[in-house]
């Protein structure tokens, strides 16, 4: 096991996770945004315990859980197509996981 180990030290690239990075590497303006939306619509129905909040609380959930899905997944479709000219980024997405 302690030889499997020095290989991985020696052969894969590392790269320093910074301790301020909130955000997923995938994430963009629009889906920040969207999620303030979403906090701001959760805490407004919080706050009057209605019906119509609650509705539009879920509606901006589900925009968003669908927004992050399609970012994700093109993220990763550009990441997989870009891995062999380009490993450090492969190795620094599957480590901050």
Known sequence: ???FEDAIHQF?????LSKERRKKLWMNR???AMHRKKRKAWKQ???TK???DH???C???NELSKLTRLLCKEFEKDLAQSVKCGPEAFWRYVTAN
């Open 30 to 32: 629009e889906a920040l």
């Open 12 to 16: 894969i690239p590392t790269s320093k």
């Open 55 to 57: 509705i539009r609380a």
């Open 45 to 47: 129905y919080k706050l």
């Open 59 to 61: 509606q901006v959930k």
């Open 1 to 3: 096991m302690n030889i």
């Open 50 to 52: 209605s019906d119509a």
